[in-house]
């Protein structure tokens, strides 16, 4: 049975969230709730503590009106998640002193308990982390960088990172894990960004620009995407992690003949051949998976999104390589109600993370949709599904993925009744904008924060925080909180090669050999607090913004590029 449609949003008075309880009593609950009138809802006065108190949303605070009457432990884990996360979202718990709730019933943003959290992340670990040895560039990455969001100053961890970096690097380019370890990119990634946070000509020197160009190229496969490592898997986090440090560092993209991907073709370079493998990550749900033809993951269509942002502006290299509408629809699809969050795949539960994985996708979107139309929209070989259906600027934002779930073609009505099958209630389209704004802002503030002394940012109650959900549930609570237009000069389309003009109506992919990312990365991104819609939140409890691409501070970019672009493309 599809899932809910459009509900009302017409703040009604809540009652208390039904208790968890066993698969039988649950579809008696089911059904009787389906059989109840709005105006015999029980309003249970003696959760009430003021007249004033906050009234919260029925989205946020019931069960989708229709859903699945059958139980499978599927829908019984999402059931369940869904009454834990009503029991934070409906303003009711008092049970936590360290709470403090705002005028719409929704907690501050505990910034200094998580502030002393990351100070912890960065010091000595107990000894059960032993397992995540390999990982320890991210913690530095996910605890920097939730730091800089906090608003915090990190350049005390400056000299500590350089020593720790330089252990972690390879004589034969990247970074691995640890001393000794085998380069990979994503930790390399991770090691500078997290150098770009601290910010600082000792911290960029760090980095061996030319072994890591030698490494690139080591990496870089025939068929246009990256390994992670030597030898091992090739996929889109590998393009992703290789296009931002390739940028960042503004490393020549020549390839080298060492290269498995030098064919000698003169025009060939790093960059060739990516946007077509990121293509070729698109799935018949019109998410993207980590590889051709496997299971498409939120955290992927990040990866997508970033790549194609990175290789030309987003409004023209968007929807050259990725159906839109369909990948629009599959990520709005990817939040719930009543939780508000985003799940990372279909028929999987919401996670904090994916506010940034998800969530972070839309800044993106939203630079393709608002840009100036490209000449080359259409997708050859994609019919009436294709991406021309997309009208510029505001049209698919004012519809959202309704409009989406009117396409005709087949596969986009499989991704329609794939997303809209899921067992998670869909959020009606936000009036402006493609996802729903406050749900997520809610989810994060309500359900994902710690809210013992620990401090710290998590999955969904019940899980404990840690460093990764405290840095990808800020840069959505980021995202969502702030608004981003990319200054969009028109530079003359990319030049059509003959023989892309012959083949226009055969080949799937024009040729991307032209693509110079230079040539549009100098774009400002200009940043705005959203203004829009109901804003659940108080201006101290803002975070800051972070570049949509590179997922650190705009400033730490182009510090970063400058300093880099000054040295020349020579390595
Ligand atoms: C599923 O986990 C998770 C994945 C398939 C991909 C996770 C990848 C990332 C978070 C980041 C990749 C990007 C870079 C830049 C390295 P699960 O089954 O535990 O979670 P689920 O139930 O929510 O899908
Ligand atoms: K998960």
Redesign the pocket.
């Known amino acids: 049975m599809a899932a809910a449609g459009p509900r009302t949003s017409t703040p009604q008075r809540r009652r208390p969230a039904p208790a968890i309880s066993s698969p039988s009593s649950k579809i008696r609950e089911i059904e009787e709730d389906e059989g109840e009138e709005e105006t015999d809802k029980v309003v249970d006065f003696s959760h009430a503590r003021t007249m004033a108190e906050p009234v919260i949303p029925d989205l946020f605070t019931q069960l989708p009106p229709v859903r699945e009457g059958y139980l499978t432990d599927t829908l019984d884990v999402q059931l369940e998640t869904a009454r834990e996360c009503m029991k934070f979202l409906d303003g009711l718990n008092t049970r936590e002193p360290l709470v403090t709730r705002n005028e719409h019933g929704v907690p501050k943003l505990a910034r200094d308990r998580h502030v002393r959290f990351l100070h912890m992340a960065l010091g000595n670990l107990p000894g059960g982390f032993l397992v995540a040895d390999a990982s320890r560039p991210w913690f530095l990455y996910w605890s920097l960088s939730a730091l800089v969001m906090l608003g915090q100053d990190v350049t005390s961890y400056r000299d500590g990172l350089i020593v720790t970096a330089r252990s972690m690097q390879n004589d034969t380019g990247g970074f691995g894990g640890g001393g000794r370890q085998l380069s990979h990119l994503?930790t390399t990634?991770a090691v500078v960004l997290s150098l770009a946070l601290v910010g600082g000509g000792e911290a960029y020197d760090v980095i061996d620009r030319k072994a890591m160009w030698k490494w690139l190229n080591s990496l870089k496969q025939p068929d246009g995407g990256f390994q992670v490592c030597l030898g091992g898997e090739e996929d889109i986090?590998g393009a992703?992690?290789a296009s931002v440090i390739i940028t960042l560092l503004r490393l020549p993209l020549d390839l080298s003949p060492e290269s498995p991907a030098y064919t000698g073709d003169s025009n060939a370079n790093l960059f060739t051949g990516v946007a077509d493998y990121v293509s070729r990550c698109q799935t018949f749900e019109g998410g993207i998976s980590?590889q051709p033809n496997v299971e498409a993951?939120g955290?992927y269509a990040f990866?997508a999104l970033g790549c194609l942002a990175i290789l030309d502006h987003p409004s023209r290299s968007i929807p050259r390589y990725l159906d839109v509408p369909r990948l629009v629809s599959w990520l709005s699809s990817r939040q719930y109600a009543p939780e508000g969050g985003f799940?990372?795949?279909t028929n999987?539960?919401v996670?904090g993370?994916y506010s940034h994985?998800v969530g972070g996708c839309f800044p993106l979107i939203e630079a393709c949709l608002n840009g100036n139309p490209p000449s080359d929209r259409h997708r050859p070989g994609d019919g009436d599904g294709g991406v021309g259906r997309v009208g510029g600027g505001g049209a698919l934002a004012a519809d959202g993925p309704a409009a989406t779930a009117t396409t005709t073609t087949t596969a986009t009505a499989t991704a329609t009744t794939a997303s809209s099958s899921g067992r998670g209630g869909r959020l009606p389209p936000a009036e402006d904008g493609l996802f729903h704004r406050e749900g997520l802002i809610r989810y994060i503030l309500c359900c994902c924060q710690d809210t013992t002394k620990r401090g710290g940012l998590r999955d969904k109650p019940g899980k404990g925080s840690d460093a990764y959900h405290s840095c990808y549930v800020l840069s959505g609570l980021s995202s969502a909180q702030h608004q981003w237009e990319l200054d969009d000069e028109p530079r003359p389309p990319l030049a059509e090669s003959p023989a892309e003009t012959k083949d226009a109506e055969t080949s799937k992919i024009p040729s991307d050999q032209d693509i110079d990312p230079e040539a549009h990365l100098e774009a400002v991104w200009a940043v705005l607090p959203y203004l829009d819609g109901p804003r659940v939140f108080d201006n101290d409890d803002c975070v800051r913004p972070i570049h949509p691409i590179y997922a650190i501070p705009q400033g730490s970019v182009r510090a970063i590029r400058a300093y880099f672009g000054e040295k020349g493309q020579g390595v």
Do not use: Q
């Open positions: 994503a990634y986090r992703y992690c980590g993951h955290a990866c799940s990372g795949r999987k539960l996670d993370c994985w």
